[in-house]
């Protein structure tokens, strides 16, 4: 039976899927008619692509042994009568795994060596380099086999202590690092893909499932990236326990801070399920530990969800409704569901304010063409019985109108090289190469701080430093869009031109992502997990991830202002060149008139055919600002519904 989670993310997919029709359909009619150019024909394209392989992550987080793969198990892969991905007692999740589908490629399971930690790269950037992963191919049509397969991600393996603490996989604190004969059991693996035909995964949905806490503070990337971008986090944790202090460390130091959207599950409530208690007494126990756990994370209480991830597997496996009713699982659903809506609404926000000043200065222009064409029109019928003598006057007219107008595009043009100009000097602040000398200047610096304190000094002034650049930069941009907006309110009053604003050019969320980036810098440096590491693991882990986050953030604004620049009077600059056709093909098409008057009617068969193909592009407009305009409301009332 589909379930209503499941429902509602096809519908989520058919609502993506019409979006994305929308816009190949306004791409595909733009680009023969030359509309745009290359460059904005190339950011169209990977806007598209970009849309069409969006997915909306869920992590689900905890320490270990609060059942997360079972949950995953329960929301996902009962219809497999068994359990698919390993859980038991004890650790099991490993390391961290991805499951996802990518329909371009068969299914797999791609296993990344836990060597690669001896690297300076981060899992993100291994991502694009699949030689370096371990691939096992997916058998969809044999579970067992597809069990076994996966099973893989809870491998581990002995290594001697050094080697261990070489790879900053030994805690001699922790229980579980158990010392046999001079070695211990590490993680085989650092990541793990999974590419899984699943009807929820191929609509747009992502699993992350997360390792327990020590693992957490092993491996950065996990807390300062992966787990940030999320969109929306299923914290477990234990019925009979409650909120332990490594479940609040976990809560307050990486998801609290930085997740938008976060559901606290309660899971094994079974255990709570006692043969000698009434169902009153059982439901009043369970209220009192929803209540204490919504007060102690801080949660609206309705954010607190009770679940046994054990009995909803099997009672979906044995297709025992009562028992999945009773394990809550449901509920679970439910509040996955209501996050599609948020997802839609930034899909949709995101189209509108990226792709709608095209469509709108498109279609603008199109009118404008549509009346100047009906305005010569109107003109050369106006000349059909006159003499010479008065195309002779409005030729002589309309030839000083191109001579001003050929001055004053000029005029625009000297402009437009110093808005390239002053991009130019923006882009030097973002030049990779810079950032990274800078970045390398502070690495040779921590080479021997092997305190976190003083690493905390350091990554203090990176920060600093990386808040001045973009300091510089937002003044820059705003500079920038001063001169922008000046050229399109000055065509506008004084060519009649549509009036556009021009493309926003918002830098501020880049501003307020390196705050968060350095809150979370500080919340890591000052984590006792942190400091029960090996400090040289910890200071060349966490200082490549936290740089390769910066430099990423570097390389979106580089790519942001490199992208508006093009994009920041691509629309004035269309409108020129069509009102400059415009002009010349009236002159010409009166000076043939003066020259033979009986061409005449040869030019307004001509302009009566280009009026009637205009006419048919601004209806093909209408109707695809229609469809772009519907998946918008549709997504701003779903989440106001929700």
Sequence with gaps: MTSTLEQDLLQYQRWRDRLLQALETFRAQIEPGGEVDVQQALWMYDMLESLRSDRMLIAFLAEFSRGKTELINALFFSSYKRRLLPSGIG????????????????????????????????????KRRPIEWIQVNLDMDDSDRLAQALAKVVESKPVP???????????????????????????????????????????????????????????????????????????????????TRTDLDLWQRIVQPSVSQAVAVLNKVDLMWDELKSDREIAASLAGQVDTTARMLDLPRAQVVPVSAQKALIGRIRGDTALVDRSGIEAVEAMIAAMIPERRRIIADRVAREFSPVVESTYESMLAQLRATRSELAEMRGFQGKNREMVKVMLDKLERDRTAYQTVAQNFRNTHAVVMKQGVTLQANLDPALIDSICQGYRRRLHDQLFTIRLMRVMQELFDHFGRETTKILSYATQIKSVVDTLYRSFHEKY????????????????????????????????????????????????????????????????????????????????????????????????????????????????????????RRVAELEEIRTALAQPMQAARIGARAA
Excluded at 191 to 215: E, K, Q, S
Excluded at 500 to 517: G, H, I, K, Q
């Design 91 to 126: 650790r099991t999740t490993m390391c961290p795994t991805e499951i996802f589908h990518d329909p371009a490629e068969r299914p797999y399971l791609r296993l990344l060596p836990i060597e690669t930690r001896e690297t300076d790269d981060t899992v993100s950037a291994l």
């Design 161 to 243: 202590v050094e080697r261990a603490r070489e790879l900053g996989l030994y805690d001699e604190a922790d229980p579980a690092a158990l010392v046999v004969d001079g070695k211990v059991q590490i993680p085989a693996w650092r990541h793990a893909l999974v590419n899984f035909p699943h009807p929820m995964l191929t609509a747009g949905l992502a699993i992350l499932d997360t390792p327990g806490l020590n693992a957490m503070g092993t491996e950065p990337e996990l807390t300062l990236s992966t787990i940030p971008s999320a969109h929306a986090v299923m914290f477990l944790l234990a019925t009979d326990t409650g909120v």
């Design 496 to 615: 009649g031109f549509a009036r556009l604003s021009p493309p926003a050019l918002e830098l501020d969320a880049y501003n307020d992502t390196m705050l968060r980036l350095k809150y979370r810098t500080s919340a890591f440096c000052s984590s006792p997990m942190t400091v029960m590491q090996p400090q040289g693991m910890v200071i060349r882990k966490f200082y490549d991830q936290m740089v390769a986050e910066a430099r990423n953030l570097f390389s979106q604004v580089s790519s942001e202002v490199e992208a508006w620049l093009r994009r920041a009077l691509s629309p004035l600059m269309i409108q020129m060149r069509e009102h400059e056709e415009n002009l010349d093909r009236r002159v010409n098409n009166l000076r043939e008139v003066y020259e033979n008057m009986r061409s005449l009617e040869g030019r307004i068969e001509e302009l009566d055919g280009r009026q009637a193909q205009l006419s």
